[in-house]
């Protein structure tokens, strides 16, 4: 017996514009907010809040983040250290620093504190700061959003 | 003449979309993967030079700082706020006391330039309270607008640990 073929049963091909359209749509949106500058940020801190707290107007000129750990430690740089061994560590950044015709004074030490870090902590960071010039410190903290007010 | 229709046996072309679309979903992955949500985050900033030994008698218009005390209790929580000596019950206080110590006065010379807070902080204070401190004596916000008072903060020498 002769089996007919039907014409036009084959493959069913759905229509991909729309789906390929809203994948571009989706990764161009990803693209924009991506931040790819993030360096200075530190997931393992927990920022204390201010409702004073506004990024600033313009980026200073010249910074070093420092992070300090609730246990203690300050992390340079990617690095993990107790801030009584940060000496030579912010020395060797005061000779890079140097090196680039950049003044000591107007570089501005970013301290990312976490909420439970010890305000001794910070304090003899800040010292080890003042015993290698820096003088100008920037304590940051997260935007505190006040809803409905 | 007679015009012969090539259109009938002409292959149609098919662009093959397999591909594309693999690299596309590849690329929708990592940015999905990558992405996160960065928080809004502002600075205080604070001068603070190694203070050399002053030399003479001090001047005589050079105002005191004001200095604002804060006790922590065992576990690292704020137990008491006071301002040269004058205990606050929280920084909601602190913050009006300022107010009422700046005033309204934006001019040169006024307290809002002139005036400087020094911050002692017991050792084992969590730095959350320092922040709270630092937020309610450097401004205020009116109308969602910031409206700075004393900019001038620095930190007393570090206390021994306790």
């Known amino acids: 017996m002769k089996i007919q073929k039907k014409k036009g049963s084959g493959v069913h091909e759905g229509d991909l514009t729309p789906m390929i359209d809203m994948t571009f749509q989706l990764i161009a949106f990803f693209m924009v907010l991506i931040n790819l500058s993030d360096a200075e940020q530190n997931q393992a801190i927990k920022l204390p809040e201010s409702t004073l707290a506004k990024p600033p107007e313009q980026p200073f000129e010249y910074s070093i983040t420092i992070h300090v750990t609730d246990d203690g430690n300050a992390i340079l740089n990617g690095q993990e250290i107790p801030i009584s061994q940060l000496g030579p560590y912010l020395n060797s950044e005061k000779t890079a620093i140097v090196s680039t015709n950049k003044s000591i004074a107007d570089t501005t030490v970013i301290i990312r504190g976490d909420v439970r870090a010890k305000t001794g902590h910070i304090q003899e960071l800040i010292k080890i700061c003042q015993d290698n010039s820096f003088e100008v410190f920037a304590l940051r903290a997260k935007e505190k959003v006040r809803y409905g007010k | ?162």
């Open chain 2, 1 to 162: 003449m007679k015009i012969r229709n090539s259109g009938g046996d002409a292959e149609e072309i098919k662009v093959e979309m397999t591909p594309m679309i693999d690299i596309v979903f590849q690329l929708l992955v990592f940015f999905i993967m990558t992405f996160k949500i960065v928080e809004v985050e502002g600075d205080f900033n604070i001068k603070m030079p190694l203070s050399a030994p002053s030399e003479g008698l001090p001047q005589e218009d050079d105002v005191p700082p004001m200095k604002i005390s804060l006790k922590a209790n065992g576990a690292g929580r704020l137990a008491s706020i006071s301002l040269n000596g004058e205990q606050f019950p929280n920084m909601q206080k602190l913050n009006e006391y300022i107010i009422t110590i700046v005033g309204d006065d934006h001019g040169p010379g006024s307290v809002r330039e002139t005036a400087e807070v020094e911050l002692d902080c017991d050792y084992n204070l969590h730095y959350v309270h320092v922040v709270e401190a630092v937020t309610a004596v450097s401004g205020t916000m009116v109308n969602d607008e910031v409206v700075k008072l004393i900019e001038k903060i620095k930190f007393a020498p570090p206390q021994e640990p306790g």
